[in-house]
């Protein structure tokens, strides 16, 4: 996973956001959740259509939301492709949480998978993750670029195995996932991500819940 295009934490201004999915209500529901819980983020364009999304006047917008299964003849990878290209980060949402769905997502330049059985505060705090912003109300007061020459408390050492698994479970991996995608034992990716976790609460960088932990990637370089 590259580890050159950390976000930049940014304050003060709200990110410009776009949605794609083809279901009215549930679109309907995420635009309002967002519109009510989310003040950092600035919902400009809904769309039901990819047509509607790439032809609309605020198009391109700094982050979109896209549905994995869009009933129309346009490849995730295509649509994840132009997003990337107009200079839009993606964030997929499916219901079809299955591994090929997300390594084509991830391929294709989607900066996180993730299932639609989230619930709406972690899919923004991963989305505050991949565009690096921060709120006082939301993240921790560490969130916010290393300074060059960072101590070693400021920055974990981890081992391979352990950046290895963390690097997979923070692009949306499960922890079952991790150790077959790394070929070890159920028991050791849990190890391995319970030590990462233990190395950045040593630090005083909190990381015991999965949106801490995608939080921490970012800072540190991790997440792509």
Known sequence: MSTSNSPTPRSGSRVRLAILDDHEVLLDSLSSWIGANAPDFDLVLSAHTWLQLVHSDNFPTELVFIDFQLKEPVSIEARVRTCRAAGAKVIVLSSLDTREARDRALDAGASA?????????????????????????????????????????????????????????????????????????????????????????????????????????AEDGYLE
């Open 113 to 217: 998978f993730l299932s639609k059985t989230l619930p709406m505060r972690d899919v923004m705090d991963t989305a505050r993750a991949v565009m690096g912003v921060e709120t006082g109300e939301n993240l921790q007061k560490d969130w916010r670029p290393l300074p060059v020459g960072a101590t070693q408390q400021s920055r974990p050492k981890l081992s391979h195995g352990e950046a290895e698994a963390f690097k997979l479970y923070v692009s949306g991996l499960s922890t079952i996932e991790v150790a077959r995608q790394m070929n070890v034992q159920y028991e050791t990716a849990k190890t391995y991500l319970r030590r990462v976790r233990e190395k950045y609460a040593k630090a005083n960088r909190p990381a015991s819940k999965k949106a801490e932990l995608i939080r921490r990637a």
